[in-house]
């Protein structure tokens, strides 16, 4: 007897289904992404893989949180439609994810939540091959299914092979059709093959997903580590006060009033060498109180550790926001980066976690309460990173807080690309001098160009862009300034390059060559929306 006989016939037109939609949608994976330019594609793959999810597991649908993680992947998917990122990409495999485990487990806390996510990436992808040897023993026993498989298609195939054969033998017409079809190479098979691998690992585990089981009890851990005794707790956290009250009080004295610093420091020295090493400090302190001050202790319990305990939390985020000053003071002597602002996120979360630990203690919360806390504020502060383009707010403020021209760093605006051309456009009519003001003419247009290219090809176009370039359009309508040519080239952050010691001149000087070069395309794009004219 053949073992699908016990299958119910709903169940095999379901498993159905989801090979052809996935078939499907590896399908359109090898539409958008062979030759995938970074546009917005991935976010209307993300979408059709989110409906035909939600069409496929109704049950997500009926699970206690499902609506919400639907509506989270879907708001992902749109961000990914506005502006591709890697960041955005994450939150949204993220979030589909969560909804593919929903029907199967309960959300308890974030960590476990995550474990069981990470548990659903490592495992996933071998849920595809054993679905393959599943099928493939469908209609027999153990190895012999797969022996019967090839038995029955064998003659079909080779009977075809052989008559269709003496066809074209014998038709010039089917012949030559059969002539003219070329196999692809090897070469142009391999990178298909893997984006449907990659594919199909990503999609097939949330069509038929497992439990995803995790070992061990976080609780029952922390249960067995030792409560430091109430003395050594008394000692240990009057000893933290007295050391941290020496930096703060450096820092209340440098960096909040203005003191004069030793000779041979600068603001920006003592700014920068402790900005990010601080914000260590305080992650310690905050593992410390963690680990060692466990609501219900003893030490947890008695009055004066809690006092000591408050005034150390308190310098902990003293000594935070003395970092985020540090910061600001670096940012306005040298200039904003998408990694300071990440560091400035990252410090705001760092203060958030210090007062949900001390609140924690006093309100005598667990620790799933602590880590969802946290993960809460850090998944809005990572989906606010996902929405806004960083690297046009560092350029756009970089440009507006211009003091001293020749500090401003272009070669950091040339490598931001398309975000920064708006800001470009914008210094163009800076009070500048006129080697400052080629630059910013030559870096826009260049900026422009790429731009233009880029939304040209639908597998590179974004929304974002899509108005960004509109924008500069119809700031540089009635701009008709080119930059100077430069017969050795710029370097990048478009100043032009001397000539070389060696340099002989030709017939036909580089002066007078293009400034650049014609798109990959074939039609040369114009440099400013003047120039159409």
Request: with cysteine; glycine share 8%; proline share 6%.
């Amino acid at each position: 007897m053949s073992r699908n006989v016990g299958i119910p016939r709903k169940a095999r037109a379901s498993f159905l289904g989801k090979l052809v939609i996935g078939a499907a949608l590896l399908a359109l994976s090898d539409l958008f992404f062979i030759g995938y330019g970074g546009g917005s594609v991935i976010g209307v793959f993300a979408m059709v893989w989110l409906v035909a999810l939600v069409m496929l597991r109704p049950a997500i649908r009926k699970a206690r949180g499902g609506r919400l993680a639907i509506s989270l992947a879907a708001g992902f998917g749109l961000i990914l439609i506005v502006d591709p990122s890697f960041l955005g990409t994450i939150l949204f495999l993220a979030a589909i994810g969560s909804a593919t485990l929903l029907p199967r487990h309960i959300f308890d806390d974030a960590g476990r939540w995550l474990a069981r996510l990470a548990a659903l990436a490592v495992k996933g992808p071998l849920r595809a091959p054993l679905e393959l040897y599943r099928i493939a023993n469908l209609s027999g026993q153990g190895r012999t299914s797969a022996k019967n498989v090839v038995a029955h298609i064998a003659l079909p195939l080779f009977g075809g092979s052989i008559f269709l054969a003496l066809f074209a033998s014998a038709n010039p017409v089917l012949g030559g059709a059969l002539g003219a079809i070329r196999l692809p190479g090897f070469g142009t098979l391999v990178p298909h093959a893997i984006l449907w691998v990659f594919t199909l690992s990503l999609v097939w585990p949330t069509f038929r997903p497992r439990a995803m089981r995790l070992s061990g009890d976080r609780q029952a851990i922390l249960a067995h580590l030792p409560d430091p005794p109430v003395v050594t707790m008394l000692l240990t956290l009057a000893t933290f006060n007295v050391v941290f009250a020496v930096e703060n009080v450096l820092d209340i004295a440098f960096l909040w009033n203005g003191a004069a610093l030793p000779e041979g420091v600068t603001l920006a020295d003592y700014a920068h060498r402790g900005a990010y090493t601080l914000i260590a400090t305080a992650l310690l302190a905050g593992l410390f109180v963690l680990v060692a001050l466990r609501p219900g202790s003893a030490a947890a319990r008695h009055p004066l550790v809690r006092r000591l305990l408050l005034v150390w939390v308190g310098q902990n985020i003293m000594l935070v926001a003395s970092s985020v000053l540090r910061l600001f003071d670096y940012i306005d002597a040298y200039s904003l980066t998408v990694l300071r602002i990440s560091a400035l996120a990252w410090m705001a979360l760092v203060g958030i976690g210090l007062m949900l630990v001390f609140w924690r203690l006093l309100a005598e919360r667990s620790a799933a309460w602590l880590i969802n806390a946290n993960s809460l504020a850090a998944a809005i502060v990572l989906t606010a990173a996902s929405i806004v383009d960083l690297g046009a707010v560092a350029a756009a403020w970089n440009v507006s807080h211009l003091r001293d021209p020749a500090r401003l760093d272009l070669c950091y605006l040339d490598r931001q690309g398309s975000s920064a051309l708006i800001p470009l456009i914008k210094l163009r009519d800076a009070p500048l001098d006129q080697e400052m003001r080629d630059r910013a003419v030559y870096l826009s247009a260049v900026a422009y160009r790429e731009l233009k290219v880029s939304q040209a090809d639908w597998q590179s176009w974004t929304a974002r862009n899509a108005r960004r370039l509109a924008q500069a359009e119809r700031m540089l309508v009635a701009d008709e300034r080119k930059p100077k040519r430069a017969p050795h080239g710029r370097d990048c952050g478009g100043r032009i390059l001397a000539p070389p010691a060696s340099a002989v001149p030709t017939e036909a000087p580089l002066a007078d060559a293009p400034i650049f070069a014609e798109p990959a395309q074939g039609a040369s794009v114009p440099l400013t929306p003047g120039e159409i004219r």
